[in-house]
């Protein structure tokens, strides 16, 4: 089992790597297609979803997913467009110029990263590879804890009792952009 001192070292340089892409982003040409705008369009390139499961897919609020989807509909990088099996809903569709997009994009992006990286091996990449694929199955555990007794009571606990989260929405917005 890994101790806390490496488990607080492994979240520092993560948290160090999500700055590090974060300001990549803010000084890169492809601004428009930084953080979570640029991960909703990576998510619809395979298929069409509802803003919910992108939100789901990124790890995003409701309110974050409706905003970088309205300003990915206002550069007309994706559409909306009824679901075919439920009327009620919306689903969001890629389109050709958001391909184009992703496509210029994931060049700059993947061309920059690998500059980065030239002096690893095969071998180091796929460690690493291997590595991150296991951390973010792991992490995924730790956002979707299974319910204890402890989280029953929580869930039982009226809202206004409870304690307010000190995320704010700018902060949520500045950690997926």
Avoid at 67 to 80: H, K, P
Avoid at 107 to 129: C, G, K, M, V
């Amino acid at each position: 089992m890994i101790d806390e001192t490496d488990a607080a070292r492994l979240l520092t340089g993560m948290v160090t790597i999500s700055r590090t892409f974060r300001k990549a982003g803010q000084r890169s040409r492809e601004r428009s297609l930084a953080g979570t705008k640029y991960g909703f369009l990576r998510c619809l390139i395979d298929s069409d979803a509802r803003l919910g499961e992108l939100a789901t897919q990124l790890v995003v609020s409701a309110p974050v997913a409706s905003r970088a989807v309205e300003a990915l509909e206002a550069e007309e990088l994706v559409e909306r467009r009824p679901d075919p099996s439920d009327a009620r809903a919306i689903l969001i569709s890629i389109t050709e110029q958001g391909r184009t997009a992703v496509a210029e994009g994931n060049s700059h992006i993947i061309r920059n990263f690998a500059t980065a990286l030239d002096d690893w091996t095969p071998q180091e990449a796929e460690r690493a590879i291997s590595l991150l694929s296991a951390l973010n199955e792991r992490l995924a555990d730790v956002l979707e804890p299974s319910e204890t007794p402890a989280d029953a009571e929580t869930s039982a606990t009226p809202d206004s009792a409870r304690p307010t989260d000190t995320l704010t929405a700018h902060d949520e917005d500045e950690n997926n952009e």
